[in-house]
């Protein structure tokens, strides 16, 4: 009869000391009590690895699962991620120093201690600063938006998969590897677009100064370069210089004072109504703005229209 009320008191015990590792095990939320007895029972093993290599593996089978924690009907992940990271260490190095390790899970005991205390009266705080809050200065102020908790999911999710695929101790290493591949991509095609802006303006000034005028060219000089980029299956660039070409000969012939600042469209309201060039010139600048500053493809026919309308405004062929 005694030896049955022993066996019965040792296997209740055997059982209470199971409770935490089996709730983990079956996915069953931590109570505040079994929670903090599973801290101290990793405590404990983590001042055993030095004499006994077998504490770490122990303690890493304790961690596995998912740890949630249930107080007042509410449940809360508990992130271990650095506890697996410590312990990890350990079972490859027991000569480790383990104050770190010893200090987490102390702090994470006393956070589980100080949330079952009787809070403190808030009321007085929360309503001055209530009244803080409602001054004009922080009427942007406002909590996370749905775009923030999106982003969130997105990161948590991103995390959960590298910690299946690389285990959890690797998973802060390879998401941060993967987030500074995301800055480098990020930052790699911004440097592209700048450099493609860069280049393009780069042939701008090249093709049009920005400090001398148009006429400071010849138009015959812009007709030749016109017609080497045409040579080249430069078509766009082609149209471009001898429309500047058409305008030098303009400039050239007094039609106006040289003025580097003007637009075609400028250029094109400075002709007389009754001017004879202004049909000529009006199609030229149409067909500028529409091959050069819109992008359409041009061709061997419209280089050639260009230089038709350049004849009759009076340019010749060099």
């Known amino acids: 009869m005694r030896f049955s009320r022993f066996a019965s008191a040792l296997l209740l015990s055997c059982l209470c000391l199971s409770a935490a590792a089996s709730a983990a095990a079956f996915g069953r939320p931590f109570s505040i009590p079994e929670y903090t007895a599973e801290l101290d029972r990793l405590s404990n093993l983590a001042n055993q690895v030095r004499d006994d290599s077998h504490a770490a593996d122990a303690a890493l089978e304790e961690l ?7 107080s007042d009907g509410q449940v809360f992940d508990v992130n271990k991620a650095a506890v697996v990271d410590q312990f990890e260490k350990l079972k490859k190095n027991s000569d480790r120093d383990t104050s770190n390790l010893l200090e ?9 201690q100080a949330f079952q205390q009787t809070p403190v009266d808030s009321s007085s705080a929360r309503s001055t600063l209530t009244q803080i809050l409602a001054r004009s200065e922080f009427h942007q102020v406002h909590g ?24 959890s101790s690797s998973a802060p290493v390879v998401g941060r590897v993967f987030v500074w591949l995301l800055v480098a991509i990020a930052v790699t095609t911004l440097a592209w677009f700048i450099y493609r802006e860069m280049k393009r303006n780069a042939r701008l000034e090249t093709i049009m100064p920005e400090v001398l005028p148009v006429s400071a060219k010849q138009w015959r000089v812009w007709l030749a370069e016109a017609q080497a ?9 082609a149209v471009h210089l001898a429309y500047w070409g058409g305008i030098s000969f303009l400039e050239e012939s007094g039609m106006w004072r040289p003025d580097q600042a003007r ?30 500053y819109g992008d359409r493809p041009a061709g061997a026919d419209t280089f050639a229209e260009t230089l038709n309308h350049l ?8």
Do not use: N
């Open 263 to 292: 637009t075609p469209r400028e250029y094109l309201r400075l002709l007389p109504a009754d001017s004879h060039h202004r049909t000529a010139l009006s199609t030229l600048t149409r067909q500028l703005e529409v091959t050069w």
């Open 64 to 70: 596995r699962g998912d740890w949630k924690v249930e």
């Open 229 to 237: 980029a045409a040579a080249k299956g430069l078509w766009r660039d």
């Open 144 to 167: 996370p938006t749905w775009f923030d908790r999106l982003k969130t999911r997105i990161i948590s999710w991103i995390v959960r998969m590298l910690t299946v695929a690389f285990g």
């Open 104 to 112: 987490r899970l102390a702090t994470m005991k006393a956070d589980a």
């Open 311 to 318: 004849e009759e405004l009076g340019c010749r062929k060099v």
